[in-house]
């Protein structure tokens, strides 16, 4: 699937670079292999963080960084990468909302980088990269309507429907989802941690959320 980015990001110094992979997924709740792999990968951060805390980490740092360029307090706003580490290290174990989800979330713990998970059924046209324009929200998933004034966003023809802080619900991955846009939002981050995310997502999409 096609994405633009908004020249807004290269005027502000920011150097993208987006990963958008398409699979063939069957969504059910994740298994015990899967459930096995989230505890090591959570007992496996807190361990590289020493106690030091998420936003310590420098890929983190990095996109919380791009979030106070485009106008958004990071703060206040975290990112998705950022509330997962936050939430393994003070002992809580990952969410368990489908295999593919989880997949999505165990990558994003991993590597630092935000990841989206997005049904292609429920986008429409071209995707692009903005920031948000004041004025501009949708509902988020367990969320309230979501205020994307200055967050980095993704929207198609219908407009905004996902973000390295929270994601909408239009957009959610259900279990009737069968066509998966898999995204790794490299903000101003090396594209050698995208392309490491997008290797662990095929190896983990392939085992955990195939058709197959």
Same mark, same amino acid.
């Given at each position: 699937?096609?994405?633009?980015?908004?020249?807004?990001?290269?005027? !502000?110094?920011?150097?993208?670079?987006?990963? *958008?992979?398409?699979?063939?997924?069957? *969504?059910? %709740?994740? /298994?015990?292999?899967?459930?096995?792999?989230?505890?090591?990968?959570?007992?496996?951060?807190?361990?590289?963080?020493?106690?030091?805390?998420?936003?310590?980490? %420098?890929?983190?740092?990095?996109?919380?960084?791009?979030?106070?360029?485009?106008?958004?307090? +990071?703060?206040?706003?975290? %990112?998705?990468?950022? &509330?997962?580490?936050?939430?393994?290290?003070?002992?809580?174990?990952?969410? !368990?909302?489908?295999?593919?989800?989880?997949?999505?979330?165990?990558?994003?713990?991993?590597?630092?980088? %935000?990841?989206?998970?997005?049904? &292609?059924?429920?986008?429409?046209?071209?995707?692009?990269?903005?920031?948000?324009?004041?004025?501009?929200?949708?509902?988020?998933?367990?969320?309230?309507?979501?205020?994307?004034? /200055?967050? +980095?966003?993704?929207?198609?023809?219908? /407009?905004?429907? /996902?973000? +390295?802080?929270?994601?909408?619900?239009?957009? #959610?991955?259900?279990?009737?989802?069968?066509?998966? *846009?898999?995204?790794?939002?490299?903000?101003?981050?090396?594209? #050698?941690? *995208?392309?490491? #995310? &997008?290797?662990?997502?095929?190896?983990?999409?392939?085992?955990?959320?195939?058709?197959?």
């Amino acid at each position: 699937m096609d994405l633009s980015i908004d020249k807004k990001f290269s005027a !502000l110094g920011l150097e993208i670079h987006m990963g *958008v992979l398409d699979y063939d997924v069957a *969504v059910h %709740p994740s /298994g015990p292999a899967l459930m096995d792999a989230m505890e090591d990968g959570a007992e496996t951060r807190m361990h590289e963080l020493m106690g030091e805390a998420a936003s310590t980490d %420098p890929i983190i740092a990095k996109i919380r960084e791009v979030f106070k360029a485009t106008g958004k307090d +990071p703060s206040r706003y975290r %990112p998705s990468s950022e &509330a997962l580490t936050r939430r393994v290290i003070s002992g809580k174990p990952l969410y !368990l909302v489908n295999n593919v989800v989880d997949s999505g979330n165990l990558i994003s713990l991993m590597t630092g980088v %935000p990841i989206g998970c997005y049904d &292609a059924d429920k986008l429409h046209g071209a995707l692009s990269l903005q920031i948000g324009k004041s004025g501009e929200t949708y509902t988020g998933i367990g969320r309230a309507d979501i205020n994307l004034e /200055g967050l +980095p966003l993704l929207a198609d023809d219908k /407009g905004p429907f /996902g973000s +390295p802080f929270s994601d909408s619900e239009r957009s #959610a991955v259900s279990k009737g989802t069968t066509k998966l *846009v898999f995204v790794i939002y490299g903000l101003d981050i090396d594209v #050698a941690y *995208v392309e490491s #995310a &997008a290797e662990m997502a095929d190896t983990l999409i392939t085992r955990f959320c195939s058709t197959h």
